[in-house]
C-alpha cells in the first residue's frame, strides 16, 4: 500500500524471509509475531512491480494500480525518478545489492554480498545530464566533489559515479527506460604521498 513516498507491505513470515534474503526493504518492528511490515523506497517498489513482477501496489486495499499509475506517482513526487529507478536497474542487473546511502550524503550503496554478511564497497551518485529538476546538481564544483571523496574515503568506500544521459525521450513513458544510457564509473583521490620518489607520474596513476 502506499505511503506517501514509500510503500509499506505487510508480509507473512516466510514472505518477510524472502524479503530480507534478498535484501529489500526496511523491516518494521511491530507486536504481531505471526506478519511483518516492509518500508519500501520507490525505486525497491517500482523495480519488484516492473522488473521482477512480484508485487502489487494499492492506494487502498480494494483497487491495484497499474505500472504506468505506480511511474506517475512516483514522477509526482520525484522529477528525477526515471533516472534514479534507471540507475538502481542497473546496478540490480549486475548483481549489486543496493542500499539508500543517505548515512553517507549518496544516493545509494552497493554491496557485493548481503548487508549481514560484508561492507558496501561503493557509494553511488546518481547524475543526470538532463537540466532543472531532473539533475541532481551535485558534483558541479570542486569543492563537492572534494568533500564527497573525503566522506567516502574515511568510510573505506569507493566512490561510483553513474550517469544516466537521456535521448530526448518521453519522460513521462515507460518507453523512456529503453532509450537511456548508463554510463558509470569510479573516481578515487589521488594521495601525493603514494607518488614516491623515483617513480614517474605515470607509473603512480597505472598509466602504461
Same mark, same amino acid.
Given at each position: 500500500m502506499l505511503s506517501g513516498c514509500?510503500?509499506?507491505?505487510?508480509?507473512?513470515?516466510?514472505?518477510?524471509?524472502l524479503l530480507s534474503k534478498a535484501s529489500f526493504g526496511r523491516a518494521i518492528v511491530t507486536s504481531n509475531k505471526d506478519k %511483518?511490515?516492509?518500508q519500501l523506497g520507490?525505486?525497491?517498489a517500482f523495480y519488484l512491480c516492473h522488473a521482477l513482477k512480484c508485487l502489487k501496489v494499492s492506494r487502498d486495499k480494494e483497487t491495484c494500480m497499474s505500472e504506468m499509475e505506480l511511474w506517475d506517482h512516483f514522477r509526482s513526487n520525484r522529477e528525477a525518478f526515471p533516472e534514479f529507478y534507471k540507475a538502481y536497474?542497473?546496478?540490480?542487473?549486475?548483481?549489486?545489492?543496493v542500499r539508500?546511502?543517505? %548515512?553517507?550524503?549518496v544516493?545509494?550503496?552497493?554491496?557485493?554480498h548481503h548487508p549481514a554478511l560484508v561492507h558496501s564497497e561503493y557509494a553511488v551518485l546518481v547524475v543526470s545530464d538532463g537540466d532543472g529538476n531532473t539533475s541532481s546538481g551535485r558534483l558541479r564544483v570542486?569543492?563537492?566533489?572534494?568533500?564527497?571523496?573525503?566522506v567516502c574515503g574515511s568510510v573505506a568506500k569507493t566512490l561510483?559515479?553513474?550517469t544516466v544521459r537521456r535521448c530526448e525521450s518521453d519522460r513521462g513513458s515507460l518507453n523512456c527506460l529503453e532509450e537511456f544510457i548508463v554510463e558509470a564509473q569510479t573516481i578515487t583521490r589521488w594521495v601525493p604521498e603514494r607518488c614516491r620518489e623515483g617513480r614517474g607520474m605515470e607509473e603512480a596513476l597505472g598509466v602504461d
Amino acid at each position: 500500500m502506499l505511503s506517501g513516498c514509500d510503500v509499506l507491505l505487510e508480509a507473512e513470515l516466510e514472505l518477510g524471509d524472502l524479503l530480507s534474503k534478498a535484501s529489500f526493504g526496511r523491516a518494521i518492528v511491530t507486536s504481531n509475531k505471526d506478519k %511483518q511490515w516492509f518500508q519500501l523506497g520507490p525505486e525497491e517498489a517500482f523495480y519488484l512491480c516492473h522488473a521482477l513482477k512480484c508485487l502489487k501496489v494499492s492506494r487502498d486495499k480494494e483497487t491495484c494500480m497499474s505500472e504506468m499509475e505506480l511511474w506517475d506517482h512516483f514522477r509526482s513526487n520525484r522529477e528525477a525518478f526515471p533516472e534514479f529507478y534507471k540507475a538502481y536497474f542497473y546496478l540490480r542487473s549486475k548483481n549489486w545489492v543496493v542500499r539508500t546511502g543517505i %548515512q553517507y550524503g549518496v544516493d545509494y550503496v552497493a554491496y557485493r554480498h548481503h548487508p549481514a554478511l560484508v561492507h558496501s564497497e561503493y557509494a553511488v551518485l546518481v547524475v543526470s545530464d538532463g537540466d532543472g529538476n531532473t539533475s541532481s546538481g551535485r558534483l558541479r564544483v570542486w569543492s563537492d566533489l572534494h568533500c564527497t571523496l573525503r566522506v567516502c574515503g574515511s568510510v573505506a568506500k569507493t566512490l561510483l559515479v553513474v550517469t544516466v544521459r537521456r535521448c530526448e525521450s518521453d519522460r513521462g513513458s515507460l518507453n523512456c527506460l529503453e532509450e537511456f544510457i548508463v554510463e558509470a564509473q569510479t573516481i578515487t583521490r589521488w594521495v601525493p604521498e603514494r607518488c614516491r620518489e623515483g617513480r614517474g607520474m605515470e607509473e603512480a596513476l597505472g598509466v602504461d
